[in-house]
């Protein structure tokens, strides 16, 4: 089992990038995903999640309406997009699995680094 995110970077406050997660085996398809992000010298904290089918979404409200969670099942990988991105987005993100939705993200990622700066 293994999920390898992709994508992160340096960006200017206003910009974009679109934060990738590619999982092996059938994790993917068994289960919930999210992102989630943790700023030096704070607690990690979930930044969005989607359900196994797709079609729920939740979002942390530090970034609802900027960021968007989204999940491609063929090539069994997860999504960020994140626009209009903030200092305070500057975080290591990290994806993670919550295998059949049992309310436990059981599994992670090595983490991608996003940098903020005007």
Do not use: H
């Amino acid at each position: 089992v293994q999920l390898v995110e992709s994508g992160g970077g340096s960006v200017q406050i206003g910009g974009s990038l679109r934060l990738s997660c590619e999982a092996s085996g059938n994790l993917f398809s068994e289960s919930s995903m999210g992102w989630f992000r943790q700023a030096a010298g704070k607690e990690r904290e979930g930044v969005a999640s989607i359900r196994t089918s797709g079609t729920i979404t939740v979002y942390d409200t530090s970034v609802k309406g900027r960021f968007t969670i989204s999940k491609d099942n063929a090539k069994n990988t997860l999504y960020l997009q994140m626009n209009s991105l903030k200092p305070g987005d500057t975080a290591m993100y990290y994806c993670a699995a919550d295998w059949c939705e049992r309310a436990d993200f059981g599994y992670w990622g090595q983490g991608t680094q996003v940098t903020v700066s005007s």
